[in-house]
């Protein structure tokens, strides 16, 4: 019989000089095959969701605080729902934009890669067609529609559309020319 002791280790065979194992360059070349404007376009898409989403809470919040009222008014009585009119629904520019910039920012940034939320070809126009104007897009949602609407949720939505103009911006610089790199998303 023949003990069983353990092998000693036994070292493992050197390479040639000049010679590099084979699997770090298959990693590096799958790590350089990374789409950084993909990655962008992702990034602006998931925070236009947020900004969406963020202008369907608000007016979920506002229309919340507003009573429509039936009962109480007369069959023909001109004020009764004068807060439906005034606070939400209402074209005057002062609370027609205040109430609808986030939900319209939001529809207008995910049309950007969803074409089923363009409503209309005309408003194609509104949308950026490469990063600088991507950029630019972003921050304007974040400084008109993300800040001002819903506390700290607006804070925080804003701060992601924030840096995904960044991101842009360093895309753009980085050499990432042409349009934008569509996230292939369907609904």
Excluded at 31 to 53: H, K, R, V, Y
Excluded at 62 to 87: G, M, P, Q, S
Excluded at 135 to 154: D, E, P
Aim: aromatic fraction near 12%.
């Amino acid at each position: 019989l023949k003990p069983s002791w353990p092998k000693p280790l036994q070292p493992k065979p050197s390479l040639p000089r000049g010679h590099r194992p084979t699997r770090a360059p298959a990693r590096i070349a799958a790590m350089a095959n990374c789409d950084i404007g993909l990655i962008t376009s992702a990034l602006c898409f998931i925070a236009s969701l947020c900004t969406l989403a963020l202008g369907i809470v608000y007016l979920f919040v506002k229309l919340e605080h507003i009573t429509l009222y039936f009962d109480w008014c007369n069959t023909i009585e001109a004020d009764c729902n004068v807060e439906w009119r005034t606070a939400v629904f209402s074209f005057q520019p002062e609370v027609f934009f205040n109430v609808w910039t986030p939900l319209a920012l939001g529809i207008l940034g995910t049309s950007v890669h969803l074409s089923s939320l363009r409503f209309n070809t005309a408003l194609t126009w509104l949308l950026p067609t490469n990063y600088v104007q991507y950029g630019l897009f972003m921050l304007v949602t974040a400084l008109f529609g993300n800040f001002g609407y819903c506390g700290k949720l607006g804070v925080v939505f804003g701060g992601l559309s924030v840096g995904a103009s960044a991101v842009c911006f360093i895309v753009k610089l980085m050499g990432e020319g042409g349009s934008i790199k569509m996230v292939q998303a369907k609904f």
